[in-house]
């Protein structure tokens, strides 16, 4: 299938990355190009100053256009931060009789159907699961019932601020294709159909935020944002032991800990000084206490989250960590101690032509907005080429 090249932008709030996905003669999509640029001007996912994210923009854009050698003109936006909101809902209706395709639509309205303060705007509607007569989980059309429900997931956000990012892109004489939350991009890329079936709960460890997905049976049944990230642990690091936020980084990398372990106790390491400064040390312990606390509190809140919908218990393939957080020693153990649940590192694996050195956990969002872009188009190419079978059929062609 000819197809133009799919082109992803996430605006991060430590990197801003742009991913070129371009279908080959196999039909199969791959992954040709990739800008990234260090990330100016956000916070917590939020942008606060305009012209230094057009600027990292512009230079994600570059660098992707020279390695792929296209000119980008539309890009999928892939966007979180703490404004994003995944509330589930239930719509239903009165059927009394056989379900028909009419019916599948008009819960689904319903079920969309919810009232939002004036400055949100729905981000994604996704429907989990129909409900005939009570019984969840069936394909209703066809069936005779008195009711039928639907579960929607609804994922909205400040209509100012996703705008503003959109207006960075028309900045630079760019369209947006569609927006896009970033951890369903996340899901997308990395989760296979059998742990979305088993249940799982994918959190992607940002710089400023920390998304997660939750599959239950198969079905998306929640979605959300974290208002914290890397970002944190290294200012957790700096206020602790008085540091450059750089150096303070830069030691969070080297010897950071999402655990604490008994040789910490006694070993020591060397913190930067300045000049004319008395060199100083710190226990490596105090370091992992300070990580393992605010990871600990991260993992924390998405488990009250998960008490709190009743989804848990049916998380049967566990947590799948991604993100630059994921890198962090010790985060998987952690993970596993809070959820009480198998945990493991995801990466991206559900695009077929990804080069090796793509396959790593923050590359897990860029890639997932572009397999989003990738099906997005077949969907449309297909919906054209039936209008135009069916169009040649009433002229007697075909």
Sequence with gaps: MSMDPIVALEIGTSRVRVFVGEVREDDELAITAVGDCASS??????????????????????????????????????MSGSQIVGVPNRGEIFVDGEITPEHVDQVRTAAKAITLPPDREILHSIVGQYIVDGLCGAMPVGMTAKTLAADVLIVHGVYSRMMNMVQVVKSLKQEVADLLFSGLCSAMAVLSAEQKRQGVILIDLGGGTTDFV?????????????????????????????????????????YGDAMVSAAGRTRRLPLPAGPGETP???????????IHLRMEETFGLIRARLQQQKLLHLLG??????GGGAYLKNVVPLAEKVFGLPCEIGIPRNVGGLAPNLQVPEYATG??????GYKNARMKAEQKKSVWKKIGHWFGVG
Excluded: W
Excluded at 367 to 372: F, I, N, P, Q, T
């Design 41 to 78: 001007g956000m916070r917590k996912g939020e942008m606060f100053h305009f012209e230094s994210v057009s600027a990292c923009v512009e230079t994600a854009l570059r660098q992707a256009e020279e390695a792929s050698k296209i000119s980008i003109h539309q890009v999928y936006l892939a």
């Design 214 to 254: 939750v599959y239950a049976q198969a079905k998306i049944a929640d979605a959300g944002v974290i208002s914290v990230g890397g970002d944190h642990v290294t200012n957790d690091i700096v206020r602790a032991f008085r540091l450059p936020t750089m150096e303070a980084e830069a030691l969070k990398v080297q």
């Design 280 to 290: 100083r040390t710190a226990k490596l312990s105090d370091l992992q206490t300070i």
């Design 317 to 322: 393939s566990g947590v799948v960590l991604t």
């Design 367 to 372: 890639v997932g907005a572009v397999l989003c």
